[in-house]
């Protein structure tokens, strides 16, 4: 899933877009919002052109694959539901929402300006997330796995605070093991 354009783009043009914000994506979460654009251009397959032409700055691209990974996210809950049980579905989505959060830390030092020259984007985005939580929760709810009576934005904020301590200590396992008490605290007594 791409963030929309502000004009239609041809098939490839649009395969190329997708392709730099995934290999933005991988790159940010790797190497930080300094990594090279030249190394993302080449992962994506694609020139330094193709990458100018489409993403001007490095906020620019920044911001696009922010969006994209915040879409990305927000649009595989009703997806998961669909194919899994509403409790596997949270708990793949929690594990999404971990790497989502490892790709934002990645842009961490240029995020805050981005989202402070954008406005509303980050209220934008908090609200997208709650809703596909919401989602979910729900879910899990009329399914008889989790209790009533949590906010979305709670279990919102345990999962930043999940990838933060997971983060800290560079263990993406401390991050599963943390959503395994997470959801444990959420179960239905």
């Avoid at 041809?10 to 990594?35: I, S, Y």
């Amino acid at each position: 899933m791409s963030i929309p354009t502000s004009r239609t783009l041809r098939a490839d043009a649009q395969l190329n877009h997708d392709r730099l914000l995934d290999a933005a994506a991988r790159a940010f979460a790797c190497d930080g919002a300094d990594t090279s654009l030249k190394a993302i251009a080449q992962d994506a397959g694609v020139g330094i052109g193709t990458l100018y032409r489409r993403f001007p700055t490095r906020d620019d691209l920044i911001e696009a694959t922010y969006r994209n990974e915040t879409a990305r996210l927000c649009e595989c809950a009703p997806a998961l539901l669909v194919e899994f049980s509403p409790h596997d579905a949270m708990r793949l989505w929690m594990e999404s929402f971990v790497d989502y959060m490892l790709t934002k830390n990645g842009m961490a030092d240029a995020l805050p300006a981005i989202l402070a020259s954008q406005d509303g984007l980050r209220a934008h985005s908090r609200e997208l997330l709650k809703d596909a939580i919401q989602a979910l929760l729900d879910a899990c709810i009329e399914d008889g796995a989790l209790r009533e009576g949590v906010p979305a934005n709670d279990v919102m904020m345990a999962l930043g605070g999940i990838t933060l301590i997971a983060g800290r200590e560079n263990q993406r396992e401390l991050a599963s093991r943390l959503i395994d008490v997470l959801l444990a605290g959420l179960a239905r007594a």
